[in-house]
DNA sequence: AAACGCGCCTGCGGGC
DNA sequence: TGCCCGCAGGCGCGTT
């Protein structure tokens, strides 16, 4: 999915029609990881828009009516924002607002979820959020916070990274990224890890993920900006796709592995 | 507890 | 040309 520099970059695209008064509001699936919620429409309608937060990968909407929304944009979740009345495939759910603006949630593998609670601490404190730690940007991230969360964890650094109970907003691309910079085997366990490879992958990590929001984040196939633009982040992937070809700071060929899964690349040559 | 594998979906590109 | 396979920004659940 989009991870937290993409999600970031939705959040403040969509700030930009926060107060206007959504007119209406059309599902064409309920199907999506879990089914939108019934009331969902109702909940919304005629209300504004005051505030949208961002957790980690989650999008939270704040209304006029103290009702909240909770998206997650799962892998392949997106926002369009359009004066056009054409409904494509995979448009799940249309807002209409007063100003004539139609915003679009399409998400062709429907991973995404989207779920109205009365107010924002009956969705805070709902499932979704139980178990989600502190975000990858916020100043409680910090080298102490990790290290007492890893330190006895016999699993790799990588796969911990992509644990939205650890730390939220991390996902596939940037783990692999993040531990590029911080010089780290992906495979290393964190136990093994020093307090000062801690404090690198802290550092690296607020460093990647601020340099993707402000470049736009990531396109690859399926996530675009709600305006329509491409993020530009892809452009600097020290690592990430770039098996078979040559590190950045030193000769050796970047490696492509599996890691629980998913793949993960890394210079083996820098990263120990 | 903690670590892993699988399934949920659709679309795309590569190999035959 | 077309089919089949593997793979893709995520996450929850079940099993060991």
Redesign the pocket.
Do not use: W
């Given at each position: 999915?989009?991870?937290l520099p993409?999600v970031e970059n939705m959040k403040m695209l969509l700030s930009k029609h926060c107060n206007i008064k959504i007119n209406d509001i059309k599902i064409k699936n309920r199907?999506l990881?879990s089914p939108i919620n019934s009331s969902f429409e109702d909940d919304i309608k005629s209300s504004e828009i005051l505030e949208i937060k961002r957790l980690?990968?989650y999008l939270i909407f704040l209304l006029s009516n103290k009702k909240c929304i909770v998206m997650?944009a799962?892998?392949?979740g997106k926002f369009i924002a359009t004066l056009t009345q054409d409904i494509a495939?995979?448009d799940h759910i249309i807002f209409y607002l007063a100003n004539n603006v139609i915003i679009k949630y399409n998400d062709?593998?429907?991973?995404g979820i989207a779920l109205s609670f009365n107010n924002e601490t009956e969705a805070l404190d709902s499932?979704?959020f139980k178990?989600i730690a502190t975000d990858a940007l916020d100043i409680k991230f910090n080298t102490d916070y990790l290290f007492q969360k890893i330190k006895?964890?016999?699993?790799?650094i990588k796969?911990?990274l992509?644990n939205?109970n650890i730390v939220s907003g991390i996902?596939?691309?940037y783990a692999s990224e993040i531990l590029y910079y911080a010089k780290i085997d992906p495979q290393k366990s964190c136990n093994l890890l020093t307090f000062n490879n801690i404090s690198d992958i802290v550092k690296f990590t607020k460093e990647v993920l601020l340099n993707s929001i402000k470049l736009g984040?990531?396109?690859?196939?399926?996530?675009a900006l709600p305006n329509g633009d491409t993020g530009y982040f892809q452009n600097n992937f020290a690592v990430y796709n770039k098996n078979d070809q040559k590190c950045n700071n030193c000769n050796h060929t970047i490696n492509k592995i599996i890691m629980?899964?998913?793949?993960t690349y890394f210079c083996p040559n820098e990263q120990k």
């Open positions: 999915m989009p991870e993409e199907s990881r980690g990968k997650h799962g892998m392949s495939k995979h062709p593998r429907r991973f499932k979704l178990n006895h964890l016999k699993s790799p796969t911990t992509l939205q996902g596939n691309i984040g990531s396109t690859l196939k399926d996530y629980a899964g998913r793949a």
